[in-house]
C-alpha cells in the first residue's frame, strides 16, 4: 500500500462505549494488510449534504496487525460534523480515509513511561499498549504508567481491557481517575494533572505521552516542566 493513498474503508462494528461515544471497526477495501505505526492517526473524508467535502483525523485506537483493520474512538462533538456522521453510521457502509499520518508513536529505546489521556485521548494509548505488551521483548524490565482521566464510571472506556492488562502484566500501571465519581468509586477523584508528581516522584528520565484536549495537556506539560523535565522527554497529540 502507497503511503498517504486514499482507500475505502467498510464500517464492521459500531459499539457503544458510552452516551456519546462510539469504537468503530473498520476493514480497509482492496488492501490486504494496512501498515502503520501504533499512536498514528487517519484522516477521514467525507461531504456534507450541501456538497462541502469535510475532513478529520481520528488517531486509530487498535494494534497494527498483519490484517486490513483498524478502529477508531471517538465522541460525539455537539454541533460537529465529521463526528456525528461516524457514530451514525451503519455495518456495512464505508467512508474515505487517507494516512497513516503522524509521529506521536513510541520513541525507542523505550523508558519507564507515563501515558497520561482524557477522553478518546485513550486512543492512541490502547494502540501503543496493546502492541507493547503483546511481546515481552517490546516491553521487558520497563515500567509503564496509564493515568486516564474521565468524569464518571461510566465514561471509562475499555475498563475491563486495561484492568486485564494490569493484571497480566506486573510492569503495567493502570489508574484511571475521575472527576465526577459517584461515592462508590473507590480510585482516585480529580483531574489527572493532581496525580502526575506521585507517578514521577522526581524522576526525570522517564518519557511522558499525553493525549486528549488542549486544556489538559497544558496544565500537564506545564507540571512535568516544572519538575525539570526536558521538553523532548514529553510528547502530546491535541485533538482540539
Ligand atoms: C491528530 C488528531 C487526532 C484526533 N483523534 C481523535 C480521536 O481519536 N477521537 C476523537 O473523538 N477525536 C479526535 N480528534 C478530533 C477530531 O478530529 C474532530 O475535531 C472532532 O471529531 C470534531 O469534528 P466534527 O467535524 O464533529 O466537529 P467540528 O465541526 O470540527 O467542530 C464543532 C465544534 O466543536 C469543537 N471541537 C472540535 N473538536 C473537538 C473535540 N475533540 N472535543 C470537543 N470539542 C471539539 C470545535 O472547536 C467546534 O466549535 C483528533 C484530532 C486530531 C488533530
Given at each position: 500500500?502507497?503511503?498517504?493513498?486514499t482507500?475505502?474503508?467498510?464500517?464492521?462494528?459500531?459499539?457503544?462505549?458510552?452516551?456519546?461515544?462510539?469504537?468503530?471497526?473498520?476493514?480497509?477495501?482492496?488492501?490486504?494488510?494496512?501498515?502503520?505505526?501504533?499512536?498514528?492517526w487517519l484522516s477521514l473524508k467525507t461531504s456534507?449534504?450541501?456538497?462541502e467535502e469535510i475532513t478529520r483525523a481520528y488517531?486509530?485506537?487498535?494494534?497494527?496487525?498483519?490484517?486490513?483493520?483498524?478502529?477508531?474512538?471517538?465522541?460525539?462533538?455537539?454541533?460537529?460534523f465529521m463526528?456525528?456522521?461516524?457514530?451514525?453510521?451503519?455495518?456495512?457502509?464505508?467512508i474515505a480515509c487517507q494516512g497513516?499520518f503522524?509521529?506521536?508513536?513510541?520513541?525507542?529505546?523505550?523508558?519507564?513511561?507515563?501515558?497520561?489521556?482524557?477522553?478518546?485521548?485513550?486512543?492512541?494509548?490502547?494502540?501503543?499498549?496493546?502492541?507493547?505488551?503483546?511481546?515481552?521483548?517490546?516491553?521487558?524490565?520497563?515500567?509503564?504508567?496509564?493515568?486516564?482521566?474521565?468524569?464518571?464510571?461510566?465514561?471509562?472506556?475499555?475498563?475491563?481491557?486495561?484492568?486485564?492488562?494490569?493484571?497480566?502484566?506486573?510492569?503495567?500501571?493502570?489508574?484511571?481517575?475521575?472527576?465526577?465519581?459517584?461515592?462508590?468509586?473507590?480510585?482516585?477523584?480529580?483531574?489527572?494533572?493532581?496525580?502526575?508528581?506521585?507517578?514521577?516522584?522526581?524522576?526525570?528520565?522517564?518519557?511522558?505521552?499525553?493525549?486528549?484536549?488542549?486544556?489538559?495537556?497544558?496544565?500537564?506539560?506545564?507540571?512535568?516542566?516544572?519538575?525539570?523535565?526536558?521538553?523532548?522527554?514529553?510528547?502530546?497529540?491535541?485533538?482540539?
Open positions: 500500500m502507497t503511503p498517504f493513498q482507500f475505502t474503508a467498510r464500517l464492521t462494528r459500531s459499539l457503544v462505549l458510552s452516551q456519546v461515544t462510539r469504537h468503530l471497526e473498520f476493514e480497509l477495501q482492496g488492501v490486504s494488510r494496512f501498515g502503520f505505526v501504533a499512536g498514528q456534507r449534504p450541501d456538497g488517531s486509530i485506537a487498535s494494534p497494527p496487525g498483519d490484517d486490513n483493520r483498524f478502529a477508531l474512538c471517538l465522541n460525539r462533538v455537539q454541533d460537529g463526528s456525528n456522521f461516524l457514530c451514525d453510521m451503519k455495518e456495512g457502509e464505508e497513516p503522524g509521529d506521536f508513536i513510541l520513541r525507542p529505546p523505550l523508558r519507564d513511561t507515563i501515558f497520561i489521556a482524557t477522553g478518546t485521548g485513550i486512543a492512541p494509548f490502547r494502540s501503543m499498549l496493546h502492541w507493547l505488551l503483546s511481546d515481552r521483548a517490546r516491553h521487558q524490565s520497563k515500567h509503564l504508567w496509564l493515568l486516564f482521566g474521565n468524569r464518571t464510571e461510566r465514561d471509562i472506556y475499555y475498563h475491563d481491557e486495561f484492568l486485564r492488562l494490569a493484571a497480566g502484566h506486573a510492569n503495567f500501571h493502570y489508574s484511571p481517575t475521575l472527576s465526577r465519581g459517584t461515592p462508590d468509586w473507590q480510585g482516585p477523584r480529580g483531574y489527572v494533572q493532581e496525580y502526575v508528581s506521585s507517578i514521577v516522584q522526581g524522576r526525570r528520565d522517564m518519557q511522558a505521552y499525553i493525549c486528549g484536549l488542549d486544556k489538559m495537556i497544558k496544565a500537564n506539560r506545564e507540571l512535568l516542566k516544572e519538575l525539570g523535565w526536558d521538553r523532548k522527554s514529553i510528547l502530546f497529540e491535541k485533538y482540539d
